[in-house]
């Protein structure tokens, strides 16, 4: 069961890290904006910026997780399960590292406007 | 005629076959038919009917159109006619006819002998066919909708608008239900029914692209039939979700409506990626480039689709900082189509592919999908579409991606598999006319737009000043829809004519290698007698690649095998090994009996017939249980049946090897974006709301509602224990009826909440959501209430004797069903009655 649960994290798990990271920016700034026109001060800094930049670094480190679980070895238990499918493995780590990768990018790519636009509202 | 490829095969077991799976033959057999290729058929004729409805409307638009300040139609009727073409385009025709292409060649693709749910084909079938002629009801009487087929609130509200409007959302209620429950199905094909052998790795890319647009569909559909369930309140009971003066918002409806809009889109688009990469070999007689790039190509597009639904909302006056987002995931989605376009730009490099018809289309997709893909990334800057918005430049970007993205590829494969569903060849010569035509209509047509927009012409407006100096543009591109729509006619010509009687195709005309065409030119119903066991990406090539001995013994007992009943394998999900034989559900008159009661209750509803409404409801419940309850007889002839002993392999299958647990898992995540879009709304609406709860409403109570949500939530523990129990084979009954207990205790509580409450739905936004929130979950609990009582009842029947496979399944989706009301118990407890106090 949860090495059934480590393929499937390895195989989406950057996707996975994606939604929650571009759901939650949107549904902190829609909140900040519209609760506290007036920006919260949090050490210095914009509190909605805080809880971005957190939210980042949580997406960051899920979907690296999944980035360092993608290769080959750790999909070598669908060997033994399939007898045969050596090119499985093969597909699901090269697929796996070319997703997450991707997400990972991605995720880096929606934290610019954090950076560019700051507290803007 | 029914020439098989299969060497092996047997005229005995090809009768026995033909016996238990041949369709019935009548008039009446006509609705208990519940095969696969009928009801592919049947969604792409119907889809095809609908387009030319929705053809006719648009070249009625063109006229209007074709000169300044014209006089052919009023405002009123070019409102309804807009509303008609974009709702009948986007709801009854590309998805339906890419849905029945799915249906009637999936089985073939992935080496299954049917679709895991043929029954649900069935019903998808009639409930979509019975959305579309509501749609069009509303010409009867005098009651078409004028509002957008995107339903945009407050126009869409009974305020500002009539009975079309009805008569739009409860057919698209039917399209939605139908939409889910094909897509539960296509993903439980694909991810369950697939050949031996054939993992993940060796999928076609038809199947992968299927599997992400499956769960697309399940939740793009399910959001939207969350967010017209609250626009239909506001409208029939009076709630205020989308009322700005008491506290609504009609900026919601945009949200929850792009939520779907958007993917809904890439739904369409995918399959037709699809089409386009299982093609493209096939002509450069080559792999693809990339197939691994591509999946993962496939598979962002399917996430990041998900991300762009506000783009459509950049002049709504969203914060900067979301508008941000939603502006670079709408830019990241262009690297996951560029990666596709890259990859068939490789496989054709160079390759001498022959120009046939199927390939003149996808040289059109390439041509006008890429400047729609550019269009896009340019919509997709803030600054642009600021200017851009409401204009014919976005009209332009959007019949560029759907026609150049979607239908192309659509006409493509329609000229590719039209043997292997017909048995004759297109006439290639008409083929290259209608290409032709189409190409150059199109883009005579829908380039000029461009400019126009950005010279400030505006959509959905009947028609513009002379001063705009946009007549000739115009005017260019009503003459060019005229020679599109000939093109469009000719495809047609060609299909019902040529690809019926024409020249007749031998196996596999096209020298494809991927494994729909290892079968006949005219299918028997059950695909194949023996599975293939699947070694490689191109199953027809494969003398040199060695097949796991234990996969060839399997497919060797499995040739002709069972031959009383309807049977195919079920493998894993990853790996494709075989774990257990599936029985597939034959013909009955079940799925159109219940998508009647369906039909008749929404009518009654839109008449305002409640009482009629109330009767046909609980007749269509009654339906569904007699559907879903086990046949004895059905059962005791699978385990008598030496299948199971010949291949090793359970006939009952349980757990995640069952397509059950699948259907139910596919279940709960309707149920869950359901709720998800009611979560959305509270907050959402709460953010906008200077005071919470709106007007004079107190704070809720927390002593009987903790003690009523509680006692779901209890019911956990006794619920675990009762699994344990039946594990081990005791009594679990006592346990199962004290859950029951609990579960009524909570409906009874939540009920008397909405009852009891000083406030009516009607009062302002917070009201209607408290209302709607807890109406919600007394269904959900009564669900889970009523699977139990079956579960209980099946323990009952099936008395002292060993736990059979259907009853193990029946206790584990059940408790599936349990887990989940409790965790949406614990949630709605949490936003109604916690979140107040804290934000």
Redesign the interface.
């Given at each position: 069961m949860l090495q059934r649960f480590r393929i499937w994290y390895a195989f989406l798990g950057g996707a996975i890290a994606w939604t929650l990271h571009f759901m939650g920016s949107y549904a902190i700034s829609e909140a900040f904006c519209r609760m506290h026109p007036a920006p919260l001060s949090l050490l210095g800094m914009n509190a909605m910026i805080w809880c971005l930049l957190l939210l980042t670094l949580v997406a960051l480190a899920m979907a690296g997780i999944a980035l360092w679980l993608s290769p080959r070895q750790h999909f070598a238990s669908l060997t033994r399960e399939g007898h045969h499918q050596g090119d499985l493995v093969h597909f699901m780590a090269r697929t796996s590292l070319l997703s997450n990768g991707l997400f990972l990018l991605v995720i880096v790519a929606q934290a610019f406007p954090i950076l560019v636009l700051g507290g803007n509202c | 005629m029914n020439q098989t490829a299969d060497p092996t095969h047997d005229t005995k077991r090809h009768d026995e076959f033909e016996r238990v799976w041949t369709e019935p033959e009548g008039i009446g057999a006509w609705f208990a038919t519940v095969n696969n290729q009928p009801f592919g058929n049947r969604f792409m004729v119907s889809a095809l009917v609908f387009f030319l409805l929705a053809g006719i409307m648009a070249l009625l638009m063109r006229l209007q159109l074709a000169v300044p300040d014209n006089n052919f139609m009023g405002p009123e009727t070019y409102n309804r006619l807009f509303t008609m073409h974009g709702a009948t385009m986007m709801f009854l025709v590309i998805l339906p006819f890419i849905e029945g292409f799915a249906i009637y060649l999936l089985p073939q693709f992935v080496g299954s002998r049917e679709m895991a749910f043929p029954r649900m084909s069935a019903f998808s079938f009639w409930v979509f066919l019975s959305g579309g002629l509501i749609f069009f009801m509303g010409f009867l009487f005098n009651a078409v909708p004028d509002v957008g087929w995107f339903v945009y609130a407050p126009l869409s509200l009974e305020s500002y608008s009539g009975l079309g409007v009805d008569f739009l959302l409860v057919g698209l209620g039917f399209i939605e239900i139908a939409g889910v429950g094909t897509g539960i199905e296509i993903v439980t094909t694909i991810l369950k029914l697939r050949g031996p052998?054939m993992?993940?790795?060796?999928v076609p890319l038809f199947a992968w692209t299927w599997l992400v647009t499956g769960v697309m569909i399940i939740i793009a559909f399910a959001t939207l039939f969350g967010a017209t369930v609250l626009i239909e309140f506001d409208r029939a009971i009076g709630t205020k979700f989308f009322v700005a003066e008491a506290g609504g918002n009609p900026v919601l409806w945009q949200h929850l409506f792009w939520f779907f809009g958007h993917p809904d889109v890439y739904i369409m688009f995918l399959p037709a990626t699809g089409f386009v990469s299982m093609i493209l070999p096939t002509f450069a007689r080559r792999p693809l480039a990339g197939y691994?790039?591509v999946?993962?190509a496939v598979?962002?597009t399917g996430?990041?689709s998900?991300?762009l639904w506000?783009h459509h909302m950049f002049t709504t006056g969203?914060?900067?900082?979301?508008s941000?987002?939603?502006?670079?995931?709408s830019?990241?989605i262009g690297?996951a189509s560029g990666v596709q376009v890259f990859a068939w730009i490789a496989t054709l490099w160079r390759s001498g592919a022959a120009l046939t018809t199927p390939m003149l289309f996808i040289v059109g997709f390439f041509f006008i999908f890429v400047l729609g893909g550019l269009t896009g990334v340019m919509v997709a800057v803030l600054p642009f579409d600021l200017q851009a918005h409401d204009t014919y430049f976005v009209v332009a970007h959007f019949h560029y991606v759907l026609i150049g993205g979607v239908i192309f590829p659509i006409l493509a494969a329609i000229h590719y598999w039209l043997p292997l569903i017909t048995g004759y060849m297109a006439n290639e010569k008409l083929g290259r006319w209608s290409f032709w035509l189409i190409f150059a209509g199109f883009n005579l047509t829908f380039f000029p737009m461009h400019i126009s927009g950005l010279l400030g012409m505006s959509r959905r407006v009947y028609t513009y000043s002379a001063n705009l100096g946009i007549g000739e543009l115009n005017m260019l591109s009503t003459v060019a829809s005229f020679v599109l729509g000939v093109g469009f006619v000719l495809v047609v010509l060609n299909v019902f004519y040529f690809g019926m009687r024409g020249r007749k195709a031998v196996i596999n005309p096209w020298g494809g290698k991927s494994l729909e065409w290892s079968g006949t030119v005219d299918m028997p119903n059950y695909v194949f007698l023996k599975p293939r066991v699947i070694c490689?990406r191109e199953p027809l090539d494969d003398a040199d690649c060695?097949k796991?001995e234990?996969?060839v013994r399997i497919a060797n007992a499995l040739e002709g095998q069972p031959s009383g009943w309807r049977a195919t394998l079920v493998t894993?999900a990853?790996?494709?090994?075989p774990q257990a034989i599936q029985r597939v559900a034959g013909p009955s008159y079940i799925p159109v009996v219940a998508a009647s009661g369906i039909i008749i209750m929404s009518v009654a509803t839109l008449f305002k017939g409640y009482i009629v409404a109330a009767v046909a409801l609980i007749f269509t419940l009654g339906v569904v249980c007699y559907w879903l309850w086990p046949r004895s007889a059905e059962l005791e002839k699978m385990r008598k049946s030496d299948i199971s002993r010949i291949t090793g392999l359970p006939v009952e299958p349980t757990g995640t090897q069952a397509v059950g647990w699948w259907a139910m898992t596919g279940t709960l995540t309707v149920i869950a974006v359901v709720f998800g879009v009611l979560f959305f709304s509270y907050?959402?609406l709460r953010?906008?709301s200077p005071q919470w709860p709106q007007g004079n409403i107190p704070l809720p109570g927390l002593l009987w509602p903790g003690l009523g949500y509680g006692a779901i939530v209890l019911s956990g523990l006794p619920f675990l224990l009762a699994q344990k129990r039946f594990r081990k084979r005791q009594s679990s009954l006592a346990l199962l009826i004290g859950c029951g207990a609990l579960a009524l205790i909570t409906s009874v509580v939540i009920l008397l909440e909405s009852v009891q409450a000083e406030f009516t739905p009607q009062l302002n936004a917070y009201a209607s959501l408290f209302h709607t929130i807890t109406w919600h979950m007394v269904t959900l609990v009564l669900m889970a209430f009523a699977l139990l009582v079956s579960v209980i009842l099946h323990l009952i029947r099936s008395g002292d004797e060993a736990p059979s496979g259907t009853l193990i399944l029946h206790q584990q989706i059940t408790a599936l069903f349990w887990y989940f009301t409790i965790v949406v118990t614990a949630l709605v407890f949490a936003t109604l009655y916690l979140s107040p106090r804290f934000f």
């Open positions: - | 052998g993992s993940l790795g060796r691994s790039l999946v993962v598979l962002m996430f990041l998900f991300g506000a969203m914060p900067v900082l979301a941000g987002f939603f502006a670079a995931a830019i990241m690297l490689n060695p796991p234990h996969l894993d990853i790996t494709g090994e907050f959402y953010v906008y």
